[in-house]
């Protein structure tokens, strides 16, 4: 990712000591480069301009983060960027999420919002620019003090001192005095060998409320007289609402309302468990539409088909179509992926304080700017009578960034039919049944080898919905008629093969579909590393080797794909029954390469050691980059071995974690993470362990018994006659 080179003309420095209680407060925001601009966004001069830092006279030091914490560890690796430059105390850190405002925007897409695995990318050179600033007027605070040179004085863990003689003066001494002076105009950055925290294990700042059940979740939310919903919605995608009875209902005790409201009839209690026996007896009448025949199966003979025919180019090089024209045998195969759902621990929520000229809401989001914007445009205020208090969020993984704002957005609807504080809570099952999915997609590919064995023609028609058409990033999306966010992965492979065709069917189908953590990667690498450990094997070479020659001209992709390989003891004996697969891919700026350890058991795959490397240049907080990287290795797997939604006459059949499981503890592989020392600036690492694990493992289980897998989820196949 690119940013602008700073201007220092153009830096806008706001600092108050009046604006959040008194103290030191520093603000720094980067020139914007606009990615995905939204309309209704307005300069700072709409909302009082705010800050990354608060220095306390208690000498505690509060950071405010504009990105969500859903699990990932933000919360403490943005807190190092800062405190590292400031010098400050780490004990003495603390981290508040930051309120809604343009200053809070992600410096790329012009928005606050978390996702794509950026928020330490794209805050890597912001962030440290507002800690050394801060550095900077602390100690010109206290050279004034001392009356010396601010060169004679250096700062240390939360102190000034001045070196000729030792004195010192603590931040929370300094910071009132600190918030008189002009901003600095020019900041230095420290040089890495400098770093003091950046770099070195960490504890995370959000652990301990986590498990002394302090942490406040959307769902822990609570205000006086708040009401709970729970929304009845068309059990087909496109069904209209035809006539609903509210009688039995109301009869519930406890039941105070029931009301419509565009996305259907929303039952109004005093408890969620009154909502819920109130919604169980509603008697509602759904026109099922036009969809309601659909049928995974059917979808599947569509796709395939569509695989037939070309589709939009998405990749051109070379002569694929003649090279392989010219091909005796070229080697073919079709691969699919099922539809899947976000599932997050804690379900949706989110709790809508309306009044006449005024909005509160208190929810975990990764959309914060959409999601007042829509706020604002339904309840008829302006956005900044709308103010968005962003909690933790018990997992995200893209479902709680819907540029729709769909459980927003219906919660204010219900909040403005009711016009009482309301929390509308989606269950588990409304959610799976009827939420936003990851889509299915079904690819056909070509490759042709040459009498030496390399490879040289690639063709690959992808089909797929696009989860970009009708959603305000469009525009930025769709490129020459190709979701690029559908073929990455594809699109770019990093293998040395001189013809290629990438090209791309986008059906259009009325089922909601999203980006799920690692959005197009998560398919396309299990196509990709599938296909090319086949191609490898009808080349009679080893997988590992065939794609190490491949990617002589790819430094960083073969860096980890040799370090997985050595650690994992690539070409060493396994336990009889075994088998060993490898895959590597690079998304959103890292690369990851994963070893999968496999054997089948009751005709079941079982993944008993996975050894994942990965390369996302400067590390900040090594440990959040090892659970990123075994988080995203069980979700993967999770999915891979279990997950599937499947629509049966419109409806889809799955509803809880009983029918759409994920991984036992007892399914837990033993995970090893290594990481690859760089100087490069820092890449995502909260989605980058996922592609590489599905592609990893179906290619242990070929080794282990001869049967290639092509689609996916595992459990789908009986390996009992293998």
Request: contains cysteine; proline residues 7%; charged residues 25%.
């Given at each position: 990712?690119?940013?602008?080179?700073?201007?220092?003309?153009?830096?806008?420095?706001?600092?108050?000591?009046?604006?959040?209680?008194?103290?030191?407060?520093?603000?720094?925001?980067?020139?914007?480069?606009?990615?995905?601009?939204?309309a209704a966004e307005e300069p700072a001069r709409t909302y009082p301009p705010n800050a990354f830092i608060r220095i306390g006279e208690d000498e505690t030091v509060t950071i405010l983060i504009n990105k969500s914490e859903m699990g990932q560890g933000v919360y403490t690796s943005l807190a190092m960027l800062v405190a590292d430059e400031l010098e400050a105390d780490w004990s003495k850190v603390r981290v508040e999420a930051a309120p809604v405002a343009p200053v809070y925007n992600h410096t790329v897409w012009n928005l606050q919002a978390t996702g794509g695995s950026t928020s330490v990318s794209s805050s890597w050179e912001q962030l440290r620019k507002v800690g050394a600033a801060g550095r900077a007027l602390l100690i010109r605070?206290?050279?004034?003090?001392?009356?010396?040179?601010?060169?004679a004085c250096h700062a240390e863990n939360g102190h000034v001192i001045h070196k000729p003689t030792q004195r010192r003066l603590s931040y929370g001494v300094l910071s009132a005095r600190a918030a008189e002076l002009p901003m600095p105009a020019?900041?230095?950055?420290?040089?890495?060998?400098?770093?003091?925290?950046?770099?070195?294990?960490?504890?995370?700042?959000?652990?301990?409320?986590?498990?002394?059940?302090t942490a406040r979740f959307g769902i822990d939310v609570q205000l006086p007289g708040l009401l709970t919903a729970l929304v009845a919605?068309?059990?087909?995608?496109?069904?209209?609402?035809?006539?609903?009875?509210?009688?039995?209902?109301?009869?519930?005790?406890?039941?105070?309302?029931?009301?419509?409201?565009?996305?259907?009839?929303?039952?109004?209690?005093?408890?969620?468990?009154?909502?819920?026996?109130?919604?169980?007896?509603?008697?509602?009448?759904?026109?099922r539409g036009t969809n309601a025949d659909l049928s995974s199966a059917g979808l599947h003979e569509e796709f395939a088909r569509l695989a037939m025919t070309s589709g939009v180019p998405a990749k051109e090089k070379g002569d694929p179509t003649g090279v392989l024209a010219k091909i005796a045998k070229p080697f073919g195969a079709e691969y699919a992926v099922p539809y899947l759902a976000h599932a997050p621990m804690e379900p949706l929520n989110c709790t809508v304080d309306l009044r006449e000229d005024r909005c509160e809401i208190w929810t975990g989001t990764q959309f914060q700017t959409v999601?007042?914007?829509?706020?604002?445009?339904?309840?008829?205020?302006?956005?900044?009578?709308?103010?968005?208090?962003?909690?933790?969020?018990?997992?995200?993984?893209?479902?709680?960034?819907?540029?729709?704002?769909?459980?927003?957005?219906?919660?204010?609807?219900?909040?403005?039919?009711?016009?009482?504080?309301?929390?509308?809570?989606?269950?588990?099952?409304?959610?799976?049944?009827?939420?936003?999915?990851?889509?299915?997609?079904?690819?056909?590919?070509?490759?042709?080898?040459?009498?030496?064995?390399?490879?040289?023609?690639?063709?690959?028609?992808?089909?797929?919905?696009?989860?970009?058409?009708?959603?305000?990033?469009?525009?930025?999306?769709?490129?020459?008629?190709?979701?690029v966010s559908s073929v990455e992965g594809a699109a770019d492979l990093p293998y040395a093969i001189p013809n290629v065709r990438v090209d791309l069917h986008s059906p259009r189908l009325e089922i909601p579909v999203?980006?799920?953590?690692?959005?197009?990667?998560?398919?396309?690498?299990?196509?990709?590393?599938?296909?090319?450990?086949?191609?490898?094997?009808?080349?009679?070479?080893?997988?590992?080797?065939?794609?190490?020659?491949?990617?002589?001209?790819?430094?960083?992709?073969?860096?980890?794909?040799?370090?997985?390989?050595?650690?994992?003891?690539?070409?060493?004996?396994?336990?009889?029954?075994?088998?060993?697969?490898?895959?590597?891919?690079?998304?959103?700026?890292?690369?990851?390469a994963q070893v999968a350890e496999?054997?089948?058991?009751?005709?079941?795959?079982?993944?008993?050691?996975?050894?994942?490397?990965?390369?996302?240049?400067?590390?900040?907080?090594?440990?959040?980059?090892?659970?990123?990287?075994?988080?995203?290795?069980?979700?993967?797997?999770?999915?891979?071995?279990?997950?599937?939604?499947?629509?049966?006459?419109?409806?889809?059949?799955?509803?809880?974690?009983?029918?759409?499981?994920?991984?036992?503890?007892?399914?837990?592989?033993?995970?090893?993470?290594?990481?690859?020392?760089?100087?490069?600036?820092?890449?995502?690492?909260?989605?980058?362990?996922?592609?590489?694990?599905?592609?990893?493992?179906?290619?242990?289980?070929f080794a282990a018994t001869g049967k290639r897998i092509r689609s996916l989820p595992l459990t789908g196949h009986d390996l009992k006659t293998v």
């Amino acid at each position: 990712m690119r940013q602008e080179p700073i201007d220092p003309r153009r830096r806008q420095f706001l600092k108050s000591s009046a604006l959040l209680g008194g103290g030191l407060v520093i603000a720094f925001h980067l020139p914007r480069t606009v990615k995905f601009a939204m309309a209704a966004e307005e300069p700072a001069r709409t909302y009082p301009p705010n800050a990354f830092i608060r220095i306390g006279e208690d000498e505690t030091v509060t950071i405010l983060i504009n990105k969500s914490e859903m699990g990932q560890g933000v919360y403490t690796s943005l807190a190092m960027l800062v405190a590292d430059e400031l010098e400050a105390d780490w004990s003495k850190v603390r981290v508040e999420a930051a309120p809604v405002a343009p200053v809070y925007n992600h410096t790329v897409w012009n928005l606050q919002a978390t996702g794509g695995s950026t928020s330490v990318s794209s805050s890597w050179e912001q962030l440290r620019k507002v800690g050394a600033a801060g550095r900077a007027l602390l100690i010109r605070a206290a050279a004034e003090t001392w009356k010396v040179k601010p060169d004679a004085c250096h700062a240390e863990n939360g102190h000034v001192i001045h070196k000729p003689t030792q004195r010192r003066l603590s931040y929370g001494v300094l910071s009132a005095r600190a918030a008189e002076l002009p901003m600095p105009a020019g900041v230095k950055l420290k040089d890495p060998k400098q770093f003091k925290l950046i770099g070195k294990p960490t504890r995370r700042l959000d652990t301990p409320a986590k498990t002394d059940g302090t942490a406040r979740f959307g769902i822990d939310v609570q205000l006086p007289g708040l009401l709970t919903a729970l929304v009845a919605r068309p059990p087909v995608f496109g069904a209209t609402l035809k006539s609903f009875d509210p009688a039995k209902s109301r009869a519930v005790a406890g039941v105070v309302d029931v009301v419509r409201i565009p996305s259907g009839i929303a039952v109004v209690a005093k408890d969620f468990w009154s909502a819920k026996k109130g919604r169980d007896v509603l008697e509602v009448v759904w026109d099922r539409g036009t969809n309601a025949d659909l049928s995974s199966a059917g979808l599947h003979e569509e796709f395939a088909r569509l695989a037939m025919t070309s589709g939009v180019p998405a990749k051109e090089k070379g002569d694929p179509t003649g090279v392989l024209a010219k091909i005796a045998k070229p080697f073919g195969a079709e691969y699919a992926v099922p539809y899947l759902a976000h599932a997050p621990m804690e379900p949706l929520n989110c709790t809508v304080d309306l009044r006449e000229d005024r909005c509160e809401i208190w929810t975990g989001t990764q959309f914060q700017t959409v999601d007042r914007n829509h706020a604002a445009a339904i309840a008829g205020l302006k956005p900044e009578q709308v103010e968005l208090h962003t909690t933790l969020l018990g997992g995200g993984f893209g479902r709680r960034g819907n540029p729709q704002s769909d459980f927003v957005s219906e919660a204010v609807h219900v909040a403005k039919a009711v016009k009482k504080p309301v929390k509308v809570v989606w269950t588990r099952e409304d959610d799976i049944k009827g939420g936003y999915y990851r889509p299915a997609f079904y690819d056909r590919l070509t490759a042709g080898l040459d009498a030496k064995g390399r490879l040289i023609a690639w063709s690959h028609t992808l089909v797929g919905q696009s989860i970009a058409i009708g959603t305000p990033f469009e525009s930025a999306m769709i490129r020459d008629g190709v979701d690029v966010s559908s073929v990455e992965g594809a699109a770019d492979l990093p293998y040395a093969i001189p013809n290629v065709r990438v090209d791309l069917h986008s059906p259009r189908l009325e089922i909601p579909v999203l980006w799920w953590r690692s959005v197009g990667h998560s398919h396309t690498a299990f196509v990709v590393e599938s296909f090319i450990d086949e191609v490898a094997h009808a080349a009679g070479k080893d997988p590992y080797r065939f794609r190490r020659d491949l990617l002589a001209k790819h430094p960083r992709h073969r860096g980890v794909l040799e370090l997985a390989a050595k650690k994992a003891g690539w070409g060493s004996s396994l336990p009889k029954g075994r088998g060993r697969g490898i895959a590597v891919h690079s998304s959103f700026g890292s690369y990851v390469a994963q070893v999968a350890e496999v054997s089948v058991e009751d005709g079941q795959a079982r993944a008993h050691r996975v050894v994942c490397a990965i390369d996302c240049g400067q590390v900040v907080n090594p440990d959040t980059i090892a659970a990123q990287m075994e988080s995203g290795i069980v979700w993967a797997l999770s999915a891979a071995l279990h997950g599937e939604i499947t629509l049966n006459k419109g409806e889809v059949e799955q509803s809880n974690f009983t029918d759409y499981p994920i991984l036992r503890i007892d399914e837990m592989p033993v995970v090893e993470v290594h990481i690859v020392p760089s100087r490069e600036p820092p890449s995502g690492v909260g989605e980058p362990g996922v592609p590489p694990l599905a592609p990893a493992v179906t290619n242990a289980v070929f080794a282990a018994t001869g049967k290639r897998i092509r689609s996916l989820p595992l459990t789908g196949h009986d390996l009992k006659t293998v």
